[in-house]
């Protein structure tokens, strides 16, 4: 083990990923299981805790350090030196809201200051870690970026000059739809390569939203949860490419999924709707999608006659079926019996399925 190559570790070592310890007691082993192990252990921005964001302001560069002594921010670290890594440039997971909430906790706790002082210190920190951010990370493959109140001003580091080679190569974005336009619009012009896009509307749809969906060339998954009505949604799905393979829509139904029919490459679908008749189903009934192998109805379901007919077009090549847990007994037309007999029939391939009376 001692003489395994850099690669050949960290092909070993991604596996302890989600097992600390383990990956801790690697890293005392001697300086290459280290260094492979720091690699993996700073990757995921989701599990920095307040102390990670302690080194990682030891990590700042001293033009940032000094905005922060020159508007009286001190923060303790664990060293005064700069640290033996780089830890910001091996982030590749990063959530802008963990960003501010550890840094709000971690500020908290070292200063006893005003409501208002609170907000604009970690507004000032918050902005020199994001610009680190942007200027070490050298490819972010997720980013998650949910607006709430706490976050009253306007997080600007996709205007660094730094975030067009850090955002480029972007794989995976994770937001609400009313973050301000000029994210949007940046990130239209930076990230073309975004693959999984998971979208929450919430209050309102910004304009650009619509122009950074448009601006993917290999869109494949889009998840969008709705939580309020907006005029604007019919453009957003307009705007989806007919290329995508996972469909994945949560909240309440607003919306006709007719929309679904023109996604005929799909191999995922699932439905998770709150209240509400599942509005549109009608018309996929009719619609064969060739590669469909996962249909999932977390909660409302179709009419029975509409779901009958749709698994007669479709119910050849499914491999996994999940029917409503909550309301299954509320589908218009239902029947038990007939609704198993109906699915064993039309369903031959089945490797997993589960209904509202559990796995069959």
Known sequence: MSKLSFDCLNDIFEYLENDKVTLYSCILVNRLWCEVSVRIFWRNGWNYSTSNYSTLIACLPNESKEVLIKNGI??????????????????KILSINQVHCKLRKLLKN??????QDLNNNVHIVEREIHKMFMNQ???????AFFKDQKMSYTVTFTFYPESKECLKNLSELSCNSNISSEFFYQLSQICHNIKLLDITIENYISDGLSDLILAQKNLKYYNMTQYDEDEKIPLLIESLPNTLIKL?????????????SKFINLQELLISIYSGDICGFEELQNIIFPHLRILNFEFECPKYEEFIKFLENNGKNLKVLHVGDNHIEDIEGYNEN???????????????????FGMI
């Open 74 to 91: 001190f923060i303790s670290t664990p060293t005064s030196k700069f640290p033996i890594f780089n830890y910001a440039s091996f982030c």
């Open 110 to 115: 070292q200063h006893s200051v005003s409501f």
């Open 137 to 143: 990370i050298s490819s972010l493959k997720r980013l």
């Open 248 to 260: 994945k829509l949560y909240g309440y139904n607003y919306i006709s999924l007719s929309f679904i």
């Open 338 to 356: 007939l609704l198993n007999l109906a699915i064993v029939k039309l369903c031959p391939n089945l490797r997993n399925l589960s209904t509202g």
